[in-house]
C-alpha cells in the first residue's frame, strides 16, 4: 500500500510536467488547429533560459522562472508570427511540416549554441524529504505539484474571467465570427502562444529542477508525451490537457515500477494509436460530426 | 471514334515513353558504373552514390502514401529499420542466401505496413501522421529490446550489394510506382487525395486504396532497408527513428508532394548536401529544417510541384494535349 502511494506521488510529478506542456499544446490547438511540434522545443528553451538566468545573473528561483516564462512567451508569439502566419491559409499537413521544421530548427540551433551535452541543473528548489508512514515525499514534489496547481488556476482565471480570455474561446469556435464581431484574431492567437509557450518554460524549469539534467534534445520526448496527453484528455479542451497529463504520468510511473522502464515510451505511444483508434475525441471531448 | 483514337494514340505514346525513360536509366547506369570501376568516382563518392540509390526509393515510396494519396504518414523510417531487421536475420542468422533475403524482407515489411495500415489508415490529417510517428516510435522500442538482434548495440551483417544492386533496385522502384501511379489503382489513389467524400461517390474503395499505397510504400522502404543494411553493413535501432523519417520527407517535400521526378530530384540533392556538410551534422540539420520552413511558407508545392519532368519538355516524345498530368 505504502508503495502504491509512493508511485502514486512520484506519477503525480512527472505527469504535472506533461500537464503543463499539454495545456499549451492543446490551446493552440483549439484555437488554429495546428499540432505544434516546436512545443516541446520551447519547453527546452525554458529550461535553458532559467539555467542561465540561475547561474549567471543569479536571479534565484522565482527571478529565473518569470525570466524564462517572459523569454519564451516572445519566442512562441515570434514563432508563430514568422512560421505560422504565413501559412494560416495553406492546407494543415503544410502547418504540420512547418511546425516540424521549426522544432528541429530550435533543437539543432540549441546543439549549434549551448552544445550537445546534457549539464547539471543547478538545485533551485529546496530539496528536504518527508517520511509521512512509509512514503517519502520531498519538498521538490509539493513544489512542482503545487507550481501546477497555481498555473492551472491563473489559466482558468484569464481564460474565463477576462476579456482576452473570451477572445480566446470566441476565435476557437469561430474564427470569422469572432472577426466579424471586432476581435483581433491575429492578437489573439499571438496570445494563445504567448501564454502556452510561457507554461511549456515553467514546465521545463521544473523538468530541470526535478531530473538535474537539461540538454538541447530534452523536449523531444516530453514534448510527443505531453502532446499524447493533450489528446487523451480531449485535444482543445483546457481542463482535459491536465487530466490526461496526471494520467499519462501515473502510467508510465506504473509501468516502470513493474519493471518494465525499457518499455516505457512504447506503452505512452500505443495508448496514444489506442486513444485515437476508439475514442478520437478523448475523455472529455464531444463527438464532433464531420459535415461535408 | 476520334476519342477512341486518341486513346489508342495516347496509350501508344505513354508506353514508348516508359521505354525512352528506361533506356535512358540503362545509359545513366552504364556511366556511372563505368566511372566507378575506373576510379573516376572514388570509394567515398561511390558511398555517396549507394546514399542517393537508397534514398531515392526511399523518397519515391513514401512519396506514393503522402504526395499521391494524400495519406500523412512520418513514420517511414520505421520500415526500412524492419526490412533492414529481417533481411540481417534471413542472412547473419538464418543463413539465407541474400536475394532470397531480400524477398522475405520485403514481404514481411508489407505485411507488417498492411497490419498497421489497417488500423490507422481510418484517421486523417494531423491524426494520422502522429499514430504514423507513434508506431514508428514502438518500431525502435522493440528493436532496442529484441536482444536476438543485438538490443541497442545493433548488429553486424555482411556486405552484399554492389552499385548494379543499388542502382537497379531504384530503377525498378520508380518504374512500379511510376507505373502504378498511371493505373487505374493509382488514380484511384489520387482521387482519394484530392477529395475522399467525392471519391467515394465515384465508387473508389477509399480505404482498400490508402492501405493499398500504405503496404506498397512499406514494401519499398523495406526494400530499402534491406539494402542499406547489407550495404553499410552494420545496423542499429538509433538509425531507424523520427529523425531518419523527418529526412525522407524532408526530400518528398522539396522534390514536390506528388511528383516521382521530383523526389529523384530531392534525394540527389539532399544527398550531397548531407555529404557536403558531413563534418557538422548540426549545421545539416538547421539547413534541413530552414528549407522545410521555407519552402512550406514561399513555395509550398516544392520544386516540381505534381508536375512530372516529362520528355516532352525537352522536345522530345509527342506533347500530350489536354490530358494534366496527374
Not at chain 1, 27 to 50: C, E, Q, R, W
Not at chain 1, 268 to 289: C, D, V, W
Not at chain 2, 36 to 45: A, C, F, L, R, T
Not at chain 2, 71 to 88: C, E, L, R
Amino acid at each position: 500500500m505504502t508503495t502504491f502511494i509512493q508511485q502514486l506521488i512520484n506519477g503525480l510529478s512527472v505527469g504535472s510536467i506533461y500537464a503543463l506542456i499539454a495545456l499549451g499544446y492543446t490551446m493552440v490547438y483549439g484555437i488554429i488547429k495546428l499540432i505544434n511540434f516546436a512545443h516541446g522545443d520551447v519547453f527546452m528553451a525554458g529550461a535553458f533560459v532559467a539555467y542561465f538566468s540561475y547561474t549567471g545573473l543569479h536571479l534565484g528561483f522565482f527571478g529565473s522562472l518569470v525570466v524564462s516564462m517572459a523569454a519564451c512567451a516572445v519566442l512562441g508569439v515570434v514563432i508563430e508570427r514568422f512560421a505560422y502566419r504565413p501559412l494560416r491559409k495553406s492546407t494543415r499537413i503544410a502547418a504540420l511540416i512547418t511546425a516540424i521544421g521549426v522544432s528541429l530548427f530550435l533543437e539543432n540551433a540549441g546543439i549549434i549554441t549551448v552544445g550537445a551535452q546534457a549539464r547539471g541543473y543547478p538545485n533551485m528548489l529546496p530539496d528536504t524529504a518527508f517520511n509521512l508512514g512509509g512514503v517519502t515525499v520531498s519538498t521538490k514534489q509539493i513544489g512542482i505539484i503545487a507550481l501546477t496547481v497555481v498555473m492551472m488556476v491563473i489559466l482558468q482565471y484569464i481564460v474565463h474571467r477576462t476579456k482576452i480570455g473570451k477572445a480566446m474561446r470566441a476565435v476557437a469556435y469561430d474564427p470569422e465570427a469572432a472577426q466579424l464581431m471586432g476581435i483581433d484574431v491575429d492578437r489573439t492567437i499571438s496570445f494563445t502562444f504567448a501564454i502556452g509557450s510561457a507554461l511549456a518554460a515553467a514546465a521545463g524549469v521544473v523538468y530541470g529542477a526535478y531530473y538535474s539534467a537539461i540538454d538541447p534534445l530534452m523536449g523531444i520526448m516530453p514534448g510527443l508525451k505531453a502532446f499524447i496527453a493533450a489528446v487523451l484528455g480531449g485535444i482543445g479542451i483546457i481542463p482535459g490537457a491536465m487530466v490526461g497529463g496526471l494520467v499519462l504520468g501515473l502510467i508510465e510511473t506504473l509501468v516502470q515500477s513493474l519493471g518494465f522502464s525499457l518499455w516505457r515510451d512504447a506503452v505512452a505511444f500505443a495508448l496514444l494509436i489506442l486513444i485515437l483508434l476508439i475514442k478520437p475525441e478523448g475523455l472529455f471531448g464531444k463527438h464532433a460530426r464531420e459535415k461535408v | 471514334m476520334t476519342g477512341m483514337n486518341a486513346n489508342g494514340r495516347a496509350a501508344k505514346s505513354s508506353r514508348w515513353t516508359f521505354w525512352v525513360w528506361i533506356a535512358a536509366g540503362l545509359v545513366l547506369y552504364a556511366v556511372l558504373g563505368l566511372l566507378i570501376d575506373s576510379g573516376v568516382i572514388d570509394s567515398y563518392m561511390s558511398l555517396i552514390v549507394y546514399q542517393m540509390c537508397l534514398n531515392v526509393i526511399l523518397a519515391v515510396s513514401l512519396n506514393l502514401i503522402n504526395g499521391f494519396t494524400g495519406q500523412f504518414s512520418i513514420g517511414h523510417a520505421g520500415f526500412a529499420g524492419v526490412g533492414a531487421y529481417t533481411s540481417a536475420v534471413m542472412t547473419a542468422k538464418m543463413h539465407l542466401p541474400f536475394p532470397a533475403a531480400l524477398l522475405v524482407a520485403c514481404v514481411f515489411t508489407a505485411f507488417i505496413g498492411l497490419l498497421i495500415g489497417i488500423p490507422t489508415l481510418r484517421l486523417k490529417g494531423d491524426y494520422l501522421a502522429i499514430t504514423t510517428l507513434g508506431f514508428g516510435q514502438i518500431i525502435q522500442v522493440v528493436l532496442i529490446n529484441l536482444q536476438y538482434v543485438g538490443g541497442a548495440a545493433g548488429m553486424t551483417v555482411h556486405k552484399e550489394t554492389n552499385f548494379t544492386w543499388l542502382y537497379f533496385a531504384a530503377l525498378i522502384t520508380v518504374a512500379v510506382i511510376a507505373n502504378f501511379v498511371r493505373s487505374r489503382h493509382g488514380r484511384a489513389c489520387i482521387a482519394v487525395r484530392e477529395n475522399e467524400v467525392a471519391a467515394e461517390m465515384m465508387g473508389i474503395n477509399v480505404t482498400y486504396y490508402k492501405v493499398l499505397a500504405f503496404t506498397i510504400g512499406a514494401l519499398f522502404a523495406g526494400l530499402a532497408g534491406a539494402l542499406a543494411a547489407h550495404t553499410f553493413y552494420f545496423i542499429k535501432p538509433t538509425s531507424y527513428g523520427f529523425l531518419q523519417s523527418f529526412n525522407i520527407l524532408v526530400i518528398v517535400v522539396l522534390g514536390g508532394l506528388g511528383s516521382i521526378t521530383g523526389s529523384i530530384l530531392g534525394a540527389v540533392v539532399l544527398t550531397l548536401i548531407t555529404a557536403l556538410l558531413q563534418d557538422y551534422p548540426q549545421w545539416q540539420m538547421v539547413i534541413y529544417s530552414l528549407i522545410l520552413i521555407l519552402i512550406m511558407i514561399f513555395r509550398p508545392q516544392g520544386l516540381m510541384g505534381t508536375k512530372e519532368f516529362r520528355l516532352s519538355s525537352i522536345g522530345l516524345g509527342r506533347r500530350r494535349d489536354g490530358h494534366a498530368a496527374p
